[in-house]
């Protein structure tokens, strides 16, 4: 199982379709969570050269520089970064190395006709079938990338109204639950 964190194409509060920028905290966050639950690669997917070199002067610096020295553990997560300019060369990427073409899950805050409910991930998880978690970033994932993905995992409700977790927060709540360990 690999994650990707798309920054394009993705929508506004407005649903026009835009590229959003890369945060370290996602970079950061979202590799730990990675690297616990045994998910990688984790692509980074962007078209913007500014934002790749953005992500690459945080590995150096965590990967390859006095970071790696100064939080091994950091090293470790962050190394599972593969920066990527489109989904389409993710998914190559990510079938060269394992043999398959993954299966793509999408899930956004406002998904409508999910097929898979988080017991259907798991069990596809379990399978033989490489998977790649597809996360988007600012407002969500633009319709054509949901539209194009072989599922569509169930929201994730909390106990309210309010349903705008944070895309770090989604995936470590995703991945827990894939792994069922409770």
């Known amino acids: 199982m690999a994650l990707a964190l798309i920054h394009h194409p993705v929508v506004d509060k407005n649903g026009q379709t835009i590229t959003a920028a890369v945060t370290a905290l996602d970079l950061h966050d979202i590799a730990r969570a990675a690297k616990t639950y045994g998910a990688e ?58 043999g398959a073409r993954p299966l793509t899950v999408v899930t956004s805050a406002r998904m409508d006709g999910s097929d898979l409910c988080f017991a259907a991930l798991r069990d596809l998880a379990r399978g033989e079938r490489p998977l790649l978690l597809l996360f988007g970033t600012a407002w969500g994932l633009a319709p054509e990338v949901i539209e194009q993905a072989d599922h569509r995992l169930a929201s994730i409700e909390g106990c309210g109204d309010y349903n705008h977790l944070s895309v770090r927060s989604a995936v470590s709540i995703i991945l827990d639950r894939i792994s069922n360990r409770l």
Request: aromatic share 8%; proline share 9%; glycine share 4%.
């Open 41 to 98: 690669p984790f692509y980074v997917i962007t078209p913007l050269l500014d934002q790749h070199d953005l992500v690459d002067a945080i590995l150096d610096h965590w990967v390859r520089g006095l970071g790696a020295q100064y939080n091994p553990d950091r090293k470790e997560a962050l190394a599972l970064i593969r920066t990527m300019p489109s989904l389409p060369e993710a998914v190559a990427d990510y079938a060269k190395a394992c």
